[in-house]
């Protein structure tokens, strides 16, 4: 009755309300960790990338990168060279309009800046276009955790055993005894013997039990991509119709 009531108290034991809160607490972490590594991500595809500097100062990195070439006048890309801070953008701007022979070093210009050598002209250049990961069709993935399984395993076992042992010592002591009868007349006589032998018996009697329990924990969740919010979805269509559309009026007119 006893090892019965403890194999009930060791099931009774097992903390199944603390492992399904720690859990839950430690899902809900990572679930935020990762919602905001997907922020991130969309906002480095979005074209500019927040950093932090050594002095913990909060600045943005352009993170568009070059696809493919546009026509533009040669006047524009001149006017893009000397007013951008895109630092390749610019070397590769550099390296096109100094191989243009309509096109020269302005004298005492530091930083390094061009002009056209005969005016105005309606000649056109291919320039490298920088373009963000979402105008090239790409979203940002985000990842939830789904069928989340908590499984715990105990196991206890019992074993009883009893035993017995007899030994018989190998000494044993004998003890004789002898009773003479005798008649001288009729000349009768007769002698009886009887011997006692004894054998030492030493007995052992033992009982003994064992008792063990064991126990194991599974948690088991899987990771699943989910789509991007629509309303994710919507902005990003908005931002690049609005870049669209804002993007042909800022070409210098020939």
């Known amino acids: ?29 990572a679930q935020i960790k990762l919602d905001e590594n997907s922020i991130e991500v969309a906002e480095m595809m979005g074209g500019l990338k927040t950093i932090e500097d050594d002095n913990g100062n909060i600045i943005f990195e352009d993170s568009r990168v070059f696809f493919g070439t546009e026509k533009v006048l040669l006047t524009s890309a001149i006017a893009l060279h000397n007013t951008t801070s ?8 550099a390296a096109l309009l100094t191989a243009n022979s309509k096109v020269e070093v302005v004298p005492s210009s530091s930083p390094t800046e061009y002009q056209l050598i005969s005016g105005e002209t309606d000649e056109e250049i291919s320039i490298p276009v920088r373009l963000s990961m979402l105008e090239l ?32 010592d190998t000494k044993s002591k ?11 007349r ?7 013997n009887r011997t006692v032998t004894t054998t030492q018996v030493n007995a052992t009697y033992a009982s003994k039990y064992n008792y063990s329990a064991e126990g ?7 990771l699943a991509p989910v789509p991007p919010p629509p309303v994710l979805e919507d902005r990003i269509r908005q931002l690049l119709e609005e870049e669209q559309a804002v993007a042909p009026a800022t070409t210098p007119a020939p």
């Open 1 to 29: 009755m006893a090892i019965s009531s403890s194999i009930g108290q060791d099931l009774l034991n097992v903390p199944m309300g603390d492992m399904i809160r720690e859990m839950a607490f430690a899902i809900a972490e």
């Open 86 to 93: 895109d630092v390749d953008l610019k070397g590769q701007l």
């Open 137 to 168: 069709g790409f979203t940002p993935t985000f990842y939830q955790f789904v069928d989340t399984i908590i499984e715990v395993r105990i196991g206890i076992s019992f074993s009883r055993e009893t035993s017995s042992e007899v030994k018989v």
């Open 216 to 222: 194991s924990s599974l948690l088991r969740t899987k």
């Open 186 to 192: 009729g000349k009768f006589s007769r002698t009886k």
């Open 174 to 184: 004998s003890v004789t005894k002898s009773k003479t009868l005798s008649f001288s």
